[in-house]
């Protein structure tokens, strides 16, 4: 992607969206300029025959020379032959641009998508990301799509039409330049009421979908209860709605399908007849009837189709302004001109930090002062709500203090490039996160070049190897989508293993053990005492076995520190800590 044509680039708020897409199609706009003549010299035909046809029946009737036949007859077929490649051209230069428009947008959103703030992330769902990427995208693409395949034919049928018209029956340009538009409009009105009758149909079939999959859904607790009969009472009221509504459309696609067939052809008779009455009067040939008369169908079907284009424009547009939304949220993560980490001790302070959800209400952290040494294992506890997931996400860098200030090595955080500072950081997260490859790719992730001995030892450390031995294809055993062919705690397991194979020098876990059973997180526990050294670890964990072996334990209510310091002097004191217990 050249740096001048970048989408994160562009300004979307405060202007025209037609604007931003002008400037997402710059970059090809030469190609677009190629595809344009393409298409016009292989849609040349459309306009051409009716004109080479009323030429041949002249010749007929008015028994002109056969020279004129032949090279009316020569001239259609040459128009013809030019279709193909002309075609291939087109479709090389507006659907390549297209699709390039389409993956260079892409590919922004994903850019900006890994800059945002985790902050952003806990604003806005994630299937909200996921359908501005596919969905939204999609119709930018179909909206420029279309403007070629159905806006170009269109503007070349009339633009082709009116002036052979002009030429050779100049007469008829008036009555063309009104009646036209107005059958076009009076079929589009006939046909809008037609969508509208059709999208009130969609709605009750996605109605019963829904209460299909209720029923299905309930069917044991229906089962259970006796309540068979009031699950497809409720079911068949939908049937019966939805029966209605397809009937009623039924007649009223009908109705107007044969209104706006019967009008078009009136009109189009009317047309006809005007213009036997013009050749009858000789103000016209009979091959200018002829002529007329198709021109009225094809210039009335070119003018429906532009304006059957408005919903996809206007889809298309609205999608240009949703994209915009991402490509111009500035709740970023910024790195930029900041000192890169290049070596970490471990050493980590907080000094009076304070951190606040935007929106909340209230402080999650406050007034929270800690000094960890280089090596140190500190166990947060406290209840639901306590702040502690917060100081995780400050140690990590994912959100920045609101007051107070991090110090990493003595160095404030404020001033680091985060992303350096996390190649030297493992975190296990509460809920693991795995994506669909072989338990070696789930380990290694990110790591090129990693050797199969390094992630079984890994795997070893995390005591995996035992189940992952057992499977057919061991470590290349695919795990399917979010890990769904294993365990909760193999999967927990596999994501302990995928941070230990980074020798990080802070390890963060979040309930890293809360879905392993008592045998395996024993084992694990007998592994990381092996593996915490060095380290500076930061622990969250309900378990008493996972935290009293930390060297401190801080104990947190409402975002504050109320006693801190080892299991044994934490339950000698008989304060908060041992209230949990």
């Known amino acids: 992607m050249s740096a001048h044509a970048d989408p994160l680039d562009h300004r979307y708020s405060g202007e025209h969206p037609v604007r931003s897409v002008a400037y997402l199609l710059r970059e090809d706009r030469r190609r677009l300029v190629l595809g344009i003549l393409a298409f016009a010299l292989k849609h040349s035909p459309t306009w051409l025959l009716p004109l080479v046809t009323a030429n041949l029946i002249d010749v007929v009737v008015q028994h002109r020379p056969l020279s004129e036949l032949w090279l009316s007859a020569g001239l259609l077929i040459a128009s013809l032959s030019l279709n193909y490649p002309f075609h291939v051209l087109y479709v090389r230069c507006w659907a390549g641009t297209v699709r390039r428009m389409g993956t260079r947008l892409r590919s922004a959103l994903c850019h900006r998508m890994q800059q945002l703030s985790i902050g952003y992330y806990s604003r806005m769902s994630a ?4 359908n501005k990427v596919i969905r939204d995208v999609e ?5 420029v799509q279309q403007t070629g395949d159905t806006g170009l034919g269109a503007v070349m049928m009339l633009l082709g039409g009116l002036i052979v018209i002009a030429f050779r029956a100049p007469a008829f340009l008036p009555v063309f330049l009104v009646i036209v538009p107005c059958a076009a409009l009076l079929a589009t009105k006939l046909r809008g009421r037609m ?17 299909v999959s209720e029923m299905t859904t309930l069917i044991p607790i229906t089962r259970a209860h006796g309540l068979e009969r009031a699950a497809l009472r409720r079911v068949d009221g939908t049937l019966w709605r939805v029966f209605e509504a397809g009937l009623r459309v039924d007649v009223l696609n009908g109705r107007f399908g044969a209104l706006a067939w019967t009008t078009l052809n009136v009109l189009g008779a009317g047309c006809l007849t005007g213009a036997a009455l013009a050749a009858y009067s000789g103000w016209i040939t009979p091959g200018d009837v002829v002529m007329l008369s198709a021109f009225f169908g094809t210039l009335t079907s070119a003018t429906t189709g532009l304006m059957s284009l408005g919903p996809v424009f206007v889809r298309g547009l609205e999608s240009v302004r949703s994209v915009g939304e991402v490509l111009q949220e500035p709740d970023l993560e910024t790195n930029e001109a900041k000192a890169k980490v290049t070596e970490v001790r471990g050493e980590v302070a907080f000094e009076s930090v304070g951190y606040a959800y935007a929106g909340g209400s209230g402080t999650a952290v406050r007034d929270f002062t800690l000094t960890v040494s280089a090596g140190e294992r500190i166990a947060f506890v406290g209840a639901s709500g306590a702040g502690k997931s917060t100081v995780l996400n400050l140690v990590i860098g994912f ?22 500072y996390r190649t030297f950081v493992s975190v296990v997260p509460q809920e693991p996160i795995l994506f669909e490859g072989t338990i070696r790719e789930n380990v290694a992730y990110g790591l090129p070049d990693v050797s199969l001995d ?16 057992a499977l057919p294809d061991g470590v290349d055993t695919v795990v399917g989508e979010r890990g769904a062919r294993l365990s909760g ?17 802070i390890l963060v876990l979040d309930e890293a053990t809360s879905a392993l059973d008592t045998h395996s997180e024993r084992l694990i526990q007998q592994a990381l005492e092996r593996l915490v050294r060095g380290r500076t670890v930061f622990v969250v964990a309900h378990r008493l076995s996972t935290i009293r072996t930390a060297d ?3 104990v947190m209510r409402d975002g504050q520190i109320v006693e801190a310091g080892t299991h044994e002097s934490l339950v000698r004191s008989d304060g908060a800590y041992a209230a949990l217990l």
């Not at 119709?139 to 909206?143: A, F, K």
Request: overall charge positive.
């Open 127 to 130: 299937g909200a990301l996921q």
């Open 139 to 143: 119709s930018v693409e179909q909206m």
């Open 195 to 211: 969508r509208t009758d059709n999208e009130r149909f969609r709605r009750e079939v996605e109605q019963l979908s829904t209460r």
């Open 399 to 420: 959100l920045r203090p609101t007051s107070g200030r991090i110090l990493l090595d003595g160095r404030d955080m404020q001033d680091l490039d985060l992303r350096s």
């Open 454 to 469: 390094r992630v079984r030892q890994a795997l070893a450390d995390a005591n995996a190897l035992d189940f992952i031995d």
């Open 489 to 505: 705690g193999q999967r927990q397991r596999l994501a302990i293993a995928r941070a230990l194979i980074r020798d990080p020098r």
């Open 552 to 554: 401190r334990i801080v």
